[in-house]
């Protein structure tokens, strides 16, 4: 028995595949949802790296400030570098400020220097800083600095 040629080609419905373009779609679609997932994992890890900077930054600050606060004379100012960072800290005199418009009578302003520390670095696009400030009390044997 013998099988007529046009019953051969015959497709049923429920052997149907996908066609070219429903591959084309599906493709496009999954390309466009890899690049917004590369998108946004590109993101965090510059984000992430970011913070590691600040991070490493605010401990340069804080190590800087105590360092430079431990002998405190009004006008001392220092600067350096610690790999990638720039610092610099100045100490100023609260009284010299102007405190303007402060109740305070009390002569212990006279005592106090305001310490600012400054930290800067390249980052990625543009460079970045960050400060400090604090007050201490000045050293009172000023002539051992």
């Known amino acids: 028995m013998t099988v007529p040629a046009s019953k051969c080609f015959v497709r049923l419905s429920s052997e149907r595949g996908f066609s070219l373009i429903e591959m084309l779609v599906a493709m496009a679609i999954m390309g466009v949802a890899l690049s917004a997932l590369y998108q946004s994992a590109m993101g965090s890890t510059r984000n992430a790296r970011v913070s590691a900077e600040y991070s490493q930054a605010v401990a340069l600050a804080e190590s800087t400030m105590d360092d430079f ?77």
Do not use: C
């Open 69 to 145: 606060s431990a002998q405190l004379v009004v006008g001392k100012e220092d600067r350096g570098q610690f790999g990638n960072f720039e610092w610099a800290a100045r100490a100023e005199s609260l009284g010299a400020l102007g405190m303007q418009g402060s109740e305070q009578t009390d002569t212990s302003e006279e005592n106090l220097a305001l310490v600012t520390v400054w930290v800067s670095w390249a980052g990625d696009s543009n460079p970045r800083e960050i400060s400090l400030q604090s007050v201490g009390r000045i050293s009172e044997n000023v002539g051992d600095s």
